[in-house]
């Protein structure tokens, strides 16, 4: 019996159902009534799991053998992926404690996410960072649940509106399940770090068809263990201990004992902080001797210029509060519901509950008050800078006719943060036949909710004193008031009502012409509150997120799929999606054509959108500090000039991101041509060309990009002392407007463009070996030909693919973009016995410069090192980097999994990543975490233990 097109679990069967079509549905015509299953990116039912868009499918088994513990883990290893996701590692700044998805390297938000077909609420954050504006939590959804994962790689705006620009990702859960399974799992590398237990079960009991009813409860709970960068040993720590000082001996000279640095010149901003006026710096060195170092370059990477040279002084070891690895807990539970109300009606009904808890570890916190902070405040009150200088006279003030600036450490005070990301999901409804008419409807209510706790954060009040009541350093340190513990707390919801229905209109020469039609309406909301200390403005060094919006959105969808031929067929689709401020239709078509039984064509054209975030249009903003160059005062980023000191060349700042509710959205046009080759029956071969452009993106303009084109971007802000005493004086010139760096005000605007372009290409080969089993390979490659990006319209365009995009072109905000990534995987299946061997590829990233916007450098220079051209600015900083590429290398590693299902009902799996132990590539960027978090990871080589039990 040929089964070319019998529906198969995985990636296998998707290719197998493609050059065959009509072959194989004349031969079962006669044996078996031919499925129809809905597809992701559609809604219309189909015998084939290909039509027109690509969609590659992953299994609950391969899920399984890949060893992922989570959907994120599992997601990153698929080759289309790539920059731009928020990774749950470590504490991720706007986005700590989630995981998202990015498709394209378009970020999450082009990337919509799919529960069972519906949308999940994105979480209660505010990330103003490039394509985050929209943070769909992966965490949310329990890994054990899931029955595929089906990935449409392309544009579905048309069927599922905003959002879905580069894709979609469906994750597609148990829907029919009786009996009971448990299993348990282990995971740790050979030193033991990067622990992982969990535990989940499903249980299901009622047959629909005799019972007329079924339900089933999932659960998943699992705890991750903390590592810290000390015990993380499968990286290039000779290179980062070399070039970056990673684990070096010094580690910070701020303690409780006192750093004070003389004021040369009225106004607070010209401070001794260089090794030239050492002797107008007096530090204290009351400490245990074990933690006393004397400075040294050599010893302890310092610059040249460092005031800790030939000094002896107090150490801190932050390393221990650094992590590759934070701790945390998850529990997942998700319960379904199915009714059969009579033979043509069935309802249903979901409840989830997911709860993710993240706790970061932190050092105490420290005042250095060489230049101002800011003090945010929201409740309508005004941002402020505070400057913690002892005035003469002062009890701890060693210059007795100067004031001084002091750094110095909370010792003793609780430091660091913890996140909780709690979703709650319930949906309702009813699917059935109603004559010609296939159709469902149900509501949906879907809401997230987020508590963030920071620890130890300096109160104004209290430390403000030692300057207002002469109150000694070392009793405001021992006042437990003099720090607070904060809660910020957020929500995101989503209420939506939705009814579809599908039927034939009659036949064509190639079969029946498909409709499906649809409408829904939601409501979404977000509220963000930041502790009434931050909005008050009385917390030192800690910004305010705001948000409190609400919008009802209307959409009316239809698709018509048309096969005119036997073979050639062709599908359209139509959105209108109505916004508050805006209203969008979005085409696309696609078609497929069966050249022969071993050959096929399809091709895709279509239109999308993205409305802007809730965020980005709603009442409130986003505050943040950012690590900056003044590039009037640090042109080359390394050395001041004129008056300038060192602090102006690696500067944190205030910076405060309003939301624009003039906002348009970003459109898109995407557009995809494929072949579908099947030399042989056991060989399928899927070649896929996309290419997708969007225009009018919203982003965040970055606050360097401000800083150095301050007059390109309307809206924006530099803000500077304005101080005449304190402007720039080079070679006996004042220099206009250049006072220190205070803040940069961004903003969100619809800036320019964003095209990409590549290949994907999929190979299966299925072996029988006879007595000895079944063998079966699976070769997925995404190849990145381009990745143009113009941050504004009539900016100048250039490919920056195999490149990190900031760093190729100096004017863009753009992250790592590798041009080949690619997955192997080869199973035999012999008996009980299922081994599984795989492969993951990711190619280089160069760091090179070759253009800032317009100007094209005659020849490229590396960002770090040395040896630049003489008109080379804001470079990286890291003198002692010498690599010969300028390039993050590429990485490639095996894994094996072994499952063992022997013993009755009992099924053991073993799993092992990174086979080889190699560690990850040097990235001159990541040298706490040493190891790029977007592309790799420092875990080496890793097991994991299973062992599943069903009861019967």
């Known amino acids: 019996m040929n089964n070319k097109l019998v529906l198969k679990r995985g990636v296998l069967a998707v290719a197998v159902a493609l050059g065959t079509t009509q072959f194989a549905i004349a031969q079962q015509a006669a044996e078996a009534p031919v499925t129809k299953v809905f597809v992701t990116g559609s809604n219309i039912k189909r015998s084939d799991k290909e039509g027109s868009s690509p969609v590659q499918t992953v299994s609950a088994k391969q899920i399984a053998a890949s060893g992922a513990n989570t959907v994120a883990e599992l997601l990153h290893s698929i080759p289309a992926f790539g920059s731009g996701a928020s990774v749950d590692i470590v504490d991720g700044g706007f986005s700590r404690g989630a995981a998202t998805a990015s498709l394209r390297g378009l970020g999450s938000s082009s990337t919509l996410v799919l529960l069972n077909g519906r949308r999940i609420a994105s979480s209660a954050y505010a990330d103003p960072n490039q394509g985050k504006s929209a943070v769909y939590d992966l965490n949310s959804i329990p890994i054990s649940a899931i029955e595929r994962v089906e990935i449409f790689k392309d544009g579905a705006s048309a069927v599922y509106g905003s959002d879905a620009i580069a894709g979609v990702i469906n994750f597609i859960t148990k829907t029919d399940y009786t009996g009971f399974d448990m299993a348990a799992s282990i995971t740790a590398n050979d030193d033991g770090e990067f622990a992982r237990k969990n535990v989940s079960g499903v249980i299901g009991f009622g047959d629909l068809d005799k019972d007329r009813f079924n339900g089933f409860i999932s659960f998943d709970v699992s705890k991750r263990d903390s590592t810290t960068i000390a015990n993380a040993t499968d990286v290039d720590q000779a290179a980062y201990s ?194 010609a008419f296939d159709w469902e409807t149900g509501v949906l209510w879907n809401r997230t909710e987020r508590t963030e706790h920071y620890l130890g954060m300096l109160y104004r009040p209290v430390v403000e004193r030692i300057m207002t009541e002469n109150r000694t350093i070392a009793s405001t340190i021992a006042d437990p008031n003099s720090t607070r513990d904060l809660e910020n707390k957020g929500f995101s919801q989503v209420m939506q009502i939705d009814a579809k229905a599908s039927t034939t209109l009659g036949k064509l020469s190639g079969g029946d012409i498909g409709l499906a039609f649809g409408a829904e309406a939601r409501q979404e909301k977000i509220g963000l509150t930041p502790d009434a200390a931050t909005r008050a403005g009385e917390i030192i060094g800690l910004a305010n997120s705001v948000a409190d919006g609400q919008r009802n959105v209307k959409s009316a969808f239809i698709e018509l799929r048309t096969p005119f031929f036997k073979n050639f067929e062709m599908d359209f689709a139509g959105r209108y999606d109505k916004y508050p401020t805006e209203s969008s239709f979005v085409p696309k078509a696609g078609s497929k054509w069966t050249v022969t039984e071993q050959v096929a064509v399809r091709a895709t054209y279509a239109r999308g959108f993205r409305a802007p975030a809730l965020t980005q249009v709603s009442p409130g903003g986003v505050q943040s500090f950012q690590t900056v160059t003044d590039s009037i005062r640090c042109p080359d980023g390394v050395n001041p000039i004129g008056t300038a000191d060192r602090t102006d060349c690696s500067k944190s700042v205030s910076s405060l991101s309003k939301a624009n509710p003039e906002l348009k959205p970003e459109k898109s046009k995407s557009a995809s041509l494929g072949l ?277």
């Open 242 to 435: 070399y070039i970056n000082a990673r684990l070096n001996p010094y580690s910070s000279s701020l303690t409780d004992q006192p750093f004070f640095y003389r004021e040369r010149t009225p106004g607070g901003k010209n401070f001794a902080t260089t090794y030239a006026l050492r002797a107008d710096v007096i530090n204290r060195t009351n400490c245990d001797p074990s933690q006393r170092l004397v400075g040294n370059i050599a010893a302890h990477n310092l610059s040249a210029t460092s005031v800790l040279i030939d000094r002896t002084f107090c150490n801190f070891n932050l390393n221990d509060y650094s992590e590759v690895q934070s701790a945390g807990k998850d529990a997942n539970i998700l319960a379904r519901g199915t009714f059969k109300v009579n033979e043509a009606m069935t309802a249903f009904s979901e409840v989830s509950y997911a709860r993710t808890e993240r706790t970061y570890l932190g050092a105490p916190r420290t005042i250095s008050s060489t230049s101002s902070s800011t003090v945010f405040a929201a409740d309508g009150k005004p941002s402020s800078q505070f400057q913690l200088i002892l005035p003469v006279g002062h009890p701890d003030n060693p210059f007795p006719t100067s004031r001084t600036a002091v750094g110095f450490r909370f010792m003793g005070h609780t430091g660091g943060s913890d996140n909780l990301n709690e979703s709650y999901r319930v949906l309702a409804g009813l699917k059935g036949t109603t004559g």
């Open 676 to 952: 579908i080759l099947q030399p042989t029956k056991n060989l399928d071969i899927l070649i896929d060309y996309y290419n997708i452009k969007l225009r009018d993106e919203t982003a965040l303009l970055g606050g360097q990009t401000v800083i150095d084109h301050p007059n390109q971007y309307p809206g924006a802000e530099v803000l500077r002392d304005t101080n005449p005493a304190n402007l720039l004086v080079v070679n006996g010139v004042v220099v206009p407007n250049s006072g220190p760096l205070l803040q940069v005000n961004r903003s969100y605007i619809n800036q320019g463009s964003t095209q990409v372009a590549g290949v994907d290409l999929e190979v299966t080969l299925r072996n029988s070996l006879g007595d000895y089993g079944r063998l079966s390979s699976t070769v997925n490659w995404s190849y990145l030909g381009t990745y143009k990006r113009a941050m504004q319209p009539g900016d100048a365009i250039h490919n920056t693919a195999g490149s990190n995009g900031g760093l190729s072109d100096w004017s863009l905000s753009a992250g790592d973009n590798p041009r080949n990534r690619a997955s192997l995987s080869t199973n035999w299946t012999y008996g009980v016995h299922s081994t599984t061997l795989s492969a993951d590829f990711v190619d280089h990233v160069s760091l090179l410069r070759r253009y800032d916007n317009a100007v094209v450098y005659p020849t490229p220079y590396c960002h770090y090192g040395t040896g630049q051209p003489s008109s080379a600015y804001q470079l990286g900083g890291l003198p002692k980097y010498t690599s010969s590429n300028c390039e993050v290398a590429s990485w490639t590693t095996f894994g094996l999994n072994y499952a063992y299902t022997g013993v009755k009902n009992l099924t053991l799996a073993l799993n092992i990543k990174n086979i080889l132990d190699k560690a990850a590539p040097y990235d001159p960027r990541y040298p706490t975490e040493g190891f790029n978090t977007q592309l790799h990871n420092g875990m080496g080589r890793t097991f994991r233990a299973t062992a599943k039990y069903a009861f019967k």
